[in-house]
C-alpha cells in the first residue's frame, strides 16, 4: 500500500474513492483530499488551520497519531483541545504583546498560564498594599517634627515605585504586522 493510499484511508477516504476526479467529491472529502496532498509532501514545516474540521472522531484519531509521529515542525491552530492535548508538545501563547513558550500540551499550558495570571495579580495587589501602606505613615507622621524625615524617605520610595498596571488581554483584538526584508 502507498502513502497516498495509506493517508486517504487514514482520513475516511475508502479505497474505492482514491481515482474518483476530486469534483465528484462532497465538500468534506475534498478537504480531506487537499488535507491529505499536505501529509503526503512531508515538509519540513507543515502549517494546520482548524485540520480537525470536516473529520470523523476516527480520522481526528489517525491524524492524531500521524501528526505524533511526524518529523518536521508543526505549527497549529486548532480550538479542539483534546486534539491539542494529544498532538501538541509545545504552546506559544501569543498574549499582552508578546509570545510565550510554555513546554508541554494544552493542559499544561493552561494551568500554568493561570499560574501566571494568578502570581501577576498577587504581586500588583503585593505592591499596591505595600503603596498604601508606605502613604499611611507619610499621611501620620508628616507634620510631626521627629517622623518628617521618615516621611519623606517614604514619600521618595513611593516615587520610585514603578506601578504595574493590571494584566489586559490582547487576544480580544490581537493586532500583527510583518515586515519583509529585502536581500539585496
Given at each position: 500500500?502507498?502513502l ?16 474518483n ?7 468534506g ?7 491529505a496532498?499536505v501529509l503526503?509532501?512531508?515538509?519540513d ?14 480520522s481526528i484519531?489517525?491524524l492524531e497519531?500521524?501528526?505524533s ?13 483534546r486534539?491539542?492535548?494529544?498532538v ?6 501569543i ?7 510554555y ?5 499544561h499550558?493552561e494551568?500554568?498560564k ?10 500588583i ?6 503603596i498604601?501602606?508606605?502613604?499611611d ?5 508628616r507634620?510631626k517634627?521627629s ?9 521618595k ?6 506601578i ?7 487576544r480580544?483584538?490581537?493586532?500583527f504586522s ?7
Open positions: 500500500k502507498s497516498a493510499d495509506e493517508i486517504l484511508e487514514g482520513l475516511g477516504i475508502a479505497s474505492i474513492l482514491h481515482n476526479p476530486i469534483k465528484v467529491l462532497s465538500g472529502y475534498k478537504w480531506r483530499v487537499f488535507l496532498q503526503i509532501n512531508q515538509p514545516i507543515l502549517l494546520l488551520d482548524e485540520p480537525t474540521n470536516h473529520l470523523d472522531i476516527i484519531h489517525w497519531k500521524f501528526l509521529n511526524y518529523a518536521g515542525i508543526i505549527i497549529l491552530v486548532s480550538h479542539d483541545k486534539f491539542m492535548d494529544n501538541a508538545t509545545c504552546i506559544l501563547d498574549d499582552f504583546r508578546t509570545i510565550t513558550q513546554k508541554g500540551n494544552f493542559s499550558f494551568k500554568a493561570a499560574e501566571f495570571l494568578l502570581r501577576k495579580e498577587k504581586e495587589l503585593s505592591q499596591q498594599k505595600e498604601e501602606k508606605k502613604q505613615f507619610v499621611e501620620r507622621f507634620a517634627a517622623k518628617a524625615r521618615q516621611a519623606q524617605s517614604r514619600l520610595q513611593i516615587e520610585k515605585i514603578v504595574q498596571e493590571p494584566i489586559k488581554t490582547t480580544i483584538s490581537p493586532k510583518f515586515s519583509v526584508d529585502s536581500l539585496g
